[in-house]
């Protein structure tokens, strides 16, 4: 059903019809100010908030039920290393750049910052909720550190030493 079929089975009047027609409009700029055309994911209908090609991801979410960076050229970075994983936990709620763009353990249940305001925080204005979501999220950043060197390494032996065995195993 196109724009115009919508509007006649809905008998909108002339500033309905207007203000639809106008909410369709900024979001097709907003989705092309989002996408990073020099991507060829982007161009293929990737709608990754968290781009690593944008210059400024710092006012974008994620939830996990929406697709990582599957671009090959950013298999490396950390966001899109994380989205992957998060994706396979099924990690409710949403994360922030600044809690994607970090090393951190990621396990069964880990959740993401719970997207719900309570009405007693909305009735008290935007500046409330603002504060709500970047309490929320310096409590999510506290309650998962970043892997020191000392973890790295220690989960990178363990690693090799796994695979070692499995190749050992498979003789």
Same mark, same amino acid.
């Given at each position: 059903m196109n724009l115009d079929n919508? $509007?006649?089975s809905e008998e909108l009047n002339d500033k309905e019809v207007k203000q639809v027609k106008e909410y369709i409009e900024s979001l097709k700029k907003s989705k092309e100010k989002q996408g990073n055309e020099e991507c060829p994911y982007w161009k293929r209908g990737c709608n990754n908030q968290l781009c690593p090609m944008l210059k400024d991801n710092s &006012?974008? $979410?994620w939830y996990s039920d929406e697709d990582p960076c599957n671009n090959p050229e950013y298999r490396d970075n950390i966001i899109a290393i994380n989205? &992957? &994983?998060l994706k396979k936990k099924n990690a409710p709620g949403y994360f922030t750049y600044n809690m994607l763009n970090r090393n951190f353990i990621i396990k069964r249940g880990i959740e993401g910052i719970d997207p719900d305001v309570?009405?007693?925080v909305e009735s008290k204005g935007q500046k409330a909720i603002d504060k709500l979501y970047r309490d929320r999220e310096e409590s999510w950043l506290n309650s998962h550190p970043?892997?020191?060197e000392e973890q790295i390494e220690k989960k990178k032996i363990q690693g090799e030493t796994l695979k070692k065995y499995m190749e050992g195993k498979n003789r």
């Open positions: 919508f $509007i006649e &006012k974008y $979410i989205q &992957k &994983k309570p009405d007693s970043e892997l020191t």
